[in-house]
Nanobody, 125 residues
C-alpha cells in the first residue's frame, strides 16, 4: 500500500504563501494519481488539486486556480502544494491522497484509496 506523510501546514496572514509536502512510500508503482483535498469545520471535504503520476497532468478547483500549484518529485516520491495569495476562506485541514486504481476523474474523494493524516492551514485577515 501507499503510506502518506504530510507536512508544511501552519498559520499565515492573508496574501501570504505556504508549501505543503506529502511524502509517499510503499507500493508507489501502483499509484495512478495524487490529490489534495481540504475540509473546513462544518463542511464536506472538497477537491483542491490533483496530478496524474505518469503524465503529470494537473487539475485544479476553480477556487484555487491561478493561486495554487501541485507538483511532484519522482526521486523523492513527494507531491507538493504551493499555495500563494492565501485567503481566509482557504482555512481548512488539508489532506493528501493517493489513488491506486485507474479513473478518468480524480476530483472526487471516492477514487482515492490512501489518505494522509491532514495538516491544518489557517489564514488570518
Amino acid at each position: 500500500q501507499v503510506q502518506l506523510v504530510e507536512s508544511g501546514g501552519g498559520l499565515v496572514q492573508a496574501g501570504g504563501s505556504l508549501r505543503l509536502s506529502c511524502a509517499a512510500s510503499g507500493r508507489t508503482f501502483s499509484r495512478y494519481a495524487m490529490g489534495w483535498f481540504r475540509q473546513a469545520p462544518g463542511k464536506e471535504r472538497e477537491f483542491v488539486a490533483s496530478i496524474r503520476w505518469s503524465e503529470s497532468n494537473t487539475y485544479y478547483a476553480d477556487s484555487v486556480k491561478g493561486r495554487f500549484t501541485i507538483s511532484r518529485d519522482n526521486a523523492k516520491n513527494t507531491v507538493y502544494l504551493q499555495m500563494n495569495s492565501l485567503k481566509p476562506e482557504d482555512t481548512a485541514v488539508y489532506y493528501c491522497a493517493a489513488a491506486r486504481y485507474y479513473n478518468s476523474d480524480y476530483t472526487t474523494p471516492e477514487v482515492y484509496t490512501n489518505w494522509g493524516q491532514g495538516t491544518q492551514v489557517t489564514v488570518s485577515s
